[in-house]
């Protein structure tokens, strides 16, 4: 059926370039894979398909709705962002080529313990002792090995990124967006504005020294789908961001926000799990084991810990309004996440039996594209706001219900 038609992808791979045919794939809500899928169309009887199909949707809109399709007919289509050579370096180097490089540090250290039952004794005191190298020389050459795998980390990531991202291009359609991208297999993915369900947008910190921020679009899909309906658009600045939320929430710059911090408890846990229980690991390893390197790990392992929880508590925040929702998150990746209440399918409040003492709760809301939770608030608010969105959600259906059908 075509009212089951979510989203509509084209694809070219290079043999379809050199044809002058794309590959479609339609997804709908309950698909595992692509519903349907066309693998070599003529460009212009996919692009009149895709014509028709949009078409279709609006003739057959639901009264409700019809208010924001003449809207969204009267938005000519403008390019929000188009990245160029210069743009994909910056995007290049600016990813998080840390933790690269210490993914492939950890796969040699991995490595290490290994072969140590073929050693017969520890891989450092083999080489220190059977080999004769010295302390200074294993450190000069693990500061080298990890400088090697950094430039390396870096220059895959620029190669991924310009194969991935070559010839970007983001523009603002009437119905939503469309993000064109993709150098050997290009790639055409459309949002379209009722079916997305929430946005989020993050940088690290040398993109926040450059302005930048990865911007992703959740779109309304089946489980197995999410992955692939998650739009990704890197590079942009904070007037592409402020453009899409716009679009996406047009009262979020003029609604009054009340913001809402997690109770401490939120910080005393994750210090507990990520700080405490490995610190006493670490220590009784140190002692069973001694090395001046295990001792230095668990010195600074609780303190460096206690560090990173506080600011990832200090910085985490919640944005109330009577439309929506606005979380900001993160310590080293900021990340913020704008929800409409319109878009919420089911509500769950959880608390733990520390919560309870605290009069804490967890509340969660899930859409169609995953789910969004408020983590250690008061239970007076989790209830009240628990039964607003709800309340909002019955009458928004009950409108839907009401509305006349011809």
């Not at 400088?147 to 194969?163: G, P, Q, Y």
């Not at 600011?311 to 925040?317: A, C, E, M, T």
Request: net charge neutral; hydrophobic share 45%.
């Amino acid at each position: 059926p075509l009212d089951k038609i979510l989203t509509i992808t084209f694809q070219q791979t290079f043999l379809h370039r050199i044809f002058k045919v794309v590959s479609v794939e339609m997804d709908t809500s309950g698909s595992k894979g692509s519903e349907v899928s066309l693998n070599a169309l003529d460009r212009k009887k996919a692009n009149e398909l895709r014509e028709y199909l949009l078409a279709w949707k609006k003739q057959n809109a639901t009264p409700a709705s019809e208010t924001e399709n003449a809207a969204a007919e009267k938005i000519p289509e403008t390019t929000l962002l188009q990245l160029g050579i210069g743009d994909l370096l910056r995007i290049g180097l600016s990813q998080n080529h840390l933790r690269s490089a210490g993914i492939l540090l950890g796969l040699v250290a991995s490595f290490a313990g290994d072969i140590q039952p073929i050693l017969g004794k520890s891989t450092y005191l083999y080489l220190t002792e059977e080999l004769g190298f010295s302390f200074n020389y294993l450190w000069s050459f693990a500061l080298w090995i990890t400088l090697f795998f950094l430039i390396i980390s870096v220059f895959s990531t620029l190669v991924l990124t310009a194969v991935r991202f070559y010839g970007l291009r983001f523009v603002r359609t009437g119905e939503g967006f469309r993000l064109e991208a993709g150098l050997f297999n290009h790639r055409e993915q459309a949002a379209y504005l009722p079916k997305i369900q929430y946005l989020r947008w993050s940088s690290n910190p040398l993109q926040r020294l450059l302005g930048l921020f990865n911007l992703r679009f959740f779109q309304a899909t089946g489980h197995e789908l999410n992955t692939k309906q998650t739009i990704q658009v890197p590079g942009c600045y904070q007037p592409q961001i402020d453009a899409v939320r716009q679009s996406y929430f047009p009262e979020s710059a003029h609604l009054p926000w009340s913001w809402l911090k997690p109770h401490r408890l939120y910080f005393y846990q994750r210090l507990f799990f990520i700080g405490l229980l490995p610190w006493i690991g670490l220590t009784i390893k140190t002692a069973v084991d001694f090395s001046w390197y295990w001792l230095a790990i668990s010195l600074l392992w609780l303190p460096a810990a206690a560090w990173w929880q506080w600011n990832l508590f200090r910085r985490k925040r919640y944005g109330l309004s009577t439309e929506g929702l606005w979380t900001y998150s993160g310590f080293f990746t900021s990340d913020q996440t704008l929800l409409l209440w319109r878009n919420v399918q089911a509500v769950a409040v959880e608390r733990s039996l520390i919560e309870a003492r605290y009069e804490l709760v967890d509340l969660t809301f899930y859409t169609a594209s995953g789910s969004i939770s408020l983590e250690n608030i008061p239970l007076a608010a989790g209830n009240e706001l628990r039964d607003y969105v709800l309340a909002k959600v019955e009458g928004l259906d009950g409108e839907k219900q009401a509305a006349p059908v011809e």
